[in-house]
């Protein structure tokens, strides 16, 4: 199941062609420097290259007027006064001759993406289009949008393949109003958005995309806005709202079908947004996806004005589409105020309607910044982009190691497809082997035991070296496998490791004592006072079998200090009798490899062995599949683990949700 890349050079044939200092930005190079780089990083090779179709009318009805319809189709006959005249009936767009073609273009390649995604041809993809789509109306072209490509997609999804949910998720600067409207009342359509508001100074300043407008009638919950109140947001800020809005929303949400309208004017560089989130953040937020919808994810350019930034976050999603492990996080470091207040805000607003926000902190007590008066922002009025020329470096080049798994198992167990099966009696350092007898072993200990330790240095040793991508082991001691592990891999200097323990069992100790280690348990069992900071007991009363309580760990806690911690190796333990369902169990194992570089050594108590093909399969980029709408976790779980959060604050600033959360 490969990636689809949907691109017509077609699109570029349309440009500006008067004098507007708002639309100048939009220039056909947009696509072809997005595209060339593809090509360049060999990834447009490795997609499944699919031709662009127009988009029939009737499929352009599904979202826009007939009257609006003929009023565009009217334009490629029109002189260029004529199109001046016809664009200044809306705001902030141009028309060209060729327009209306590409729009038709730029809806069609969409739906292309949609069919082969849902007819099961292909796992994902992107359309690279002009003009882009989410501001465009009913009855109207808006901010360089002529029709509502994301829009249209949605609702064609829903009608023909008779999806009941669908996630638009809109990373654009933007505000994509147009979707919003479209989907307002429709709880079959959850749609998502941050942009650049600053309390409504931004354009296209309007009170419907502040965080209190959550959607109407039948549709109340389903429409939720960030809005970014400052610019200069950075990556930290992206992933926290990613944590503490979209997924645990999202995955409560259960989406059948992922579209991104995938604008790049949020990252680094751009006029438009001024942000400052770089190129891989791209990557992750992608990666944060893919394990929604059975990794039905649909991207589709929409914005993005500096070209190399564009270019680069393009290749960024691409290639994270095309299942090439991440790159590590690059400086992350606290959410700003101003962020922390927005998603505040936003869970605070929306806590009636997803119970995964059900506990949002009521702080009518803690000042908010309010609405600064003042007049909106002219276009261009902006001295940011003259002044400076921002700079940032080029995204490090991310390669796929030879083998992507590895499996270290009994001569009896069959190995699972795809695999590479590791010996486990590899040939082993003596200094090691001799170190192992003397921690692990208790003098000469069994031989067997010895080469099942020295094979699972062996495959950590591979991944460090970036061999072996990632790697599983089914152990018969998984206490002694788990220490043995970090103690190896946390002598190296620059090592940490995140060790991520499902289930119950004795959790080995003193592995956290010089920090290099951060240990998360999720489990039932009530610990008392871990000894050790960096040692986190999750509890939850029905323990892993708990799906919506794994779930708001998940992303509560295990994925905020995962990327804070920045682990070299991510280890996932499964305990003896963790009782967690192969589902979860794959989320897991599939979120985690957004860390590390996607270094995941997943570790596997003998008795357990039933989960060692499902676990190949997620360590294998194969994504896991859907959790079903997930219930609310139960109120004394929520309680332990907001309680769990705030102690954990003073070390961990990913985890504040809120801006009362810092000092
Ligand atoms: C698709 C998109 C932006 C329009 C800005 C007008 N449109 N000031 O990014
Ligand atoms: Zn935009």
Redo the contacts with the bound molecule.
Sequence with gaps: MGTALIYDEEMTSYKLLWDDP??EV?VPERLTVSYEALVRSGLADHCVSIPVREATEEEILLIHSEEYLEKVKKTPHMSVQELKDFALQFN?VYFHPNSYHCAKLAVGAALQLVDHVLMGKVRNGMALVRP?G??SMRDAAC???TFNNVAIAAQYAKQKYGLKRVLIVDW???HGQGVQYCFEDDPSVLYFSWHRYEHSIF??HLPESDYDAVGKDKGVGFNINVPWNKVGMTNSDFLSVFCHVLLPVAYEFCPELVLVSA?Y?SGIGDP?GEMCATPDIFAHLTHLLMNLAGGKVCAVL????NLTSLSQSVCQTVQTLLGDPNPRPENLRSPCQSALESIHCVRWAHRRYWSCLGHAADLSSFQISTKPSGSPKE?GESTWKDKVAVVWPEPVKRVAPPVRTAALLSDEAVCPEGCKRLATSDKLDPRVAGKLRENFLEGEGDSEALSALSGLITLTEKMEKDEILNGLAVVRDITMATACVVQHVTMAPNNRVLVVCVGDGEAPSNITEDRKALVVRIGSRETKQSKCKNDIPVCLKKGCADVSGVIQAVFGLLLPLGYEFDPSLVLLVRMPGSEVSDGVWQQLTGLLQCLAQGHVLVLIQECEKSCVSPTACSLLGEPAPPLGQLQAPLPQDVEDMERLRRKLLADWTLLQTTAADTG
């Design positions: 708002e639309c939009e902030a882009p989410h501001h901010g360089f949008c654009d600067i933007h354009w296209p604008g004017d438009e929409e914005g993005g004005y276009a």
